[in-house]
């Protein structure tokens, strides 16, 4: 568990918090270093990283914890955790919960959609009742061993049943329970402003900025603006590294060398150096001989 970042008292804050997505602990380090005090381990990021496919509900909570081990592991930034749906019904949530919050996850997220479940910004959700939702909420509720791990409640109803009726569900999540809010994949700036407005700011809200997705990508200070305290970029760094790995093996296809594209590349000591291999090895021999 982080103990350096209380995300209840961060959310209550004034300056929103930006959460980059994460799939690994190469891209968590990578992240930490460049400021960021919290990350967002992106099941969809998983999928498209560790299995090669689109976030259509393949990713397993055994995944999913083994990933956040090894970022928890790795960083002491604060992790907001994508569990979707929980993998299941209530009971479900809460061992999913409980093994998550004990693998340092500081905020896990779960939403009402149906399995197999998909990226929020896809077509064709299907979402549950708000029932067995808030029964679900109420389960991550009770089976956290500290308030200060959050849990967030995703609604994809708006996209399903209309914008209202995710107003509806916003507010009966928060009743339920749930520390933070996070409506799914408004259509516009007029939708993303009412979200902000939602709640009259009793709990904190969620916007997430997905490139070329259904909701207008803004900037974090405008998100602010508009009353959100958290807004994540869940598979960007996947969609840039993709970008670049396809440019880089192309040219490895065409040319037989990476010498073109050696300007775009860590070269193999600035990767080590990224890493921190010298103070690892060094630590290393302190061990060596029984010295300390």
Do not use: W
């Amino acid at each position: 568990m982080n103990l350096h970042i209380d995300l209840r008292k961060r959310f209550a804050a004034p300056a929103i918090v930006v959460a980059p997505g994460v799939y690994d602990a190469l891209t968590a380090s990578i992240a930490v270093t460049a400021g960021f005090e919290a990350l967002y381990l992106s099941g969809a990021a998983i999928s498209y990283t560790k299995l090669g496919r689109p976030d259509i509900g393949l990713v397993s909570m055994s995944e999913v914890l083994d990933t956040l081990m090894n970022i928890r592991e790795r960083v002491d930034a604060a992790l907001i955790v994508d569990a979707d749906t929980g993998y299941g019904n209530a009971l479900n949530v809460e061992r999913t919960v409980k093994l998550f919050e004990r693998a340092g996850a500081n905020a896990i997220q779960i939403e009402d959609q149906s399995m197999p479940k998909r990226c929020g910004h896809l077509a064709d959700k299907t979402i549950i009742s708000a029932n067995e939702m808030i029964g679900k909420i109420k389960a991550a509720v009770d089976a956290r061993q500290s308030e200060k791990t959050l849990i967030v409640a995703r609604t994809d109803a708006a996209a399903v049943e209309g914008f209202s009726a995710a107003r509806e569900r916003a507010g009966a999540f928060a009743d339920a329970g749930a520390d933070v809010i996070f409506v799914e994949a408004p259509q516009d700036i007029n939708q993303l402003t009412e979200v902000g407005r939602l709640l009259d700011g009793r709990v904190p809200l969620m916007a997430n900025m997905v490139e070329g997705g259904r909701t207008p990508v803004l900037p974090a200070s405008q998100l602010e603006a508009m009353g959100f305290s958290l807004v994540i970029f869940p598979g960007g760094v996947v969609r840039a590294l993709a970008r670049t790995a396809q440019e880089f093996y192309d040219v490895l296809a065409r040319q037989g060398t990476t010498e073109s594209f050696r300007a775009r590349m860590f070269d193999f000591d600035g990767v080590n150096k990224l890493l921190g291999a010298a103070d690892i090895l060094a630590r290393g021999k302190r061990y060596e001989g029984g010295d300390r």
